[in-house]
C-alpha cells in the first residue's frame, strides 16, 4: 500500500507535502454539493482529483511548472482529464485569480517555515508559503466566499476563528491529529470544532 493508490508522478517534496488521496476523498465528500472548484496551490493534485470525482470542473493552480505536468499525468490516472484544468502561476497573482470561475476554493499552502527542515510546521497563517491570510482575502475578493484552508496541526482554533465563522476539522489518523481543514461556507453560521478520525492509515 502506498500514500496514493494509483502510480502517480510526483518529487520527493511534493510526496511529503501531499494530501493523502484517502483524507482529500474525505474533503471531497464535505465538498460534493458544489459543482465547481479551484485548488489554489495544487501540486500534484491529489485534492483536484479527488474533488473533480463529485464536480463538474475543478482547476489547479501551481507555481511550479514540473508539477504541472506531473499533474496533468495523475489527472489521467485517476480518470477526470475531462474536468480539471490547471493554471500554472502565482496564487497571488490578482489577475489569474479574477479569471477563475468556481464555486469553491480549496487552499494548501507549503506550512514548512524553512525548506532545509520541512518537518517544522508553522503554528501562524501569516508564515506559510504563500501568506495564507493574503492568499485567503484576495480569493474572496476575487473568486467565491466559499473557502476551505488545510494548515497545519499547529495553527490554533483561535487564529482560524480570526478569518471568519468556520468549522474546524481536525484530521486525526494512527492515533494523532495530522493536519487541520477550515470550512468557511456560506452555510455555515457558527463554530464549530470537530475531531475525525479516520482510523489505521499506518500504510502511508
Ligand atoms: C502543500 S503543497 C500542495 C499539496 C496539494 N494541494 C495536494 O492536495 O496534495 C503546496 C504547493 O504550493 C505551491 N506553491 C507555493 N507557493 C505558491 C504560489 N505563490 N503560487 C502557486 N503555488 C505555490 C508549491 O509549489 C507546492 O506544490
Known sequence: MNKFSKDILYDEDAYYMSCPEVVANYL???LKSYKTAVELCSAIAITVCALAKHMDKVYGVEIDSKRIEMAKNNAKLYGVSDKVEFIQ???LDTNLLKNI?????VLDP??????NTPKIHSNSLANTTPNAIELFNKVKENI??????RVSKNVS???LKELGVCHVYN???????RFKYALYLDNIK?????DTDLGDLSYL
Open 28 to 30: 471531497a465528500e464535505l
Open 89 to 91: 502561476g502565482d496564487v
Open 101 to 105: 470561475k468556481a464555486s469553491v476554493a
Open 110 to 115: 507549503d506550512w514548512s517555515v524553512d525548506k
Open 144 to 149: 467565491t466566499s466559499n473557502l476551505v484552508i
Open 157 to 159: 482554533f483561535n487564529d
Open 171 to 177: 484530521i486525526i489518523y494512527d492515533g494523532r491529529i
Open 190 to 194: 457558527e463554530y464549530k470544532e470537530i
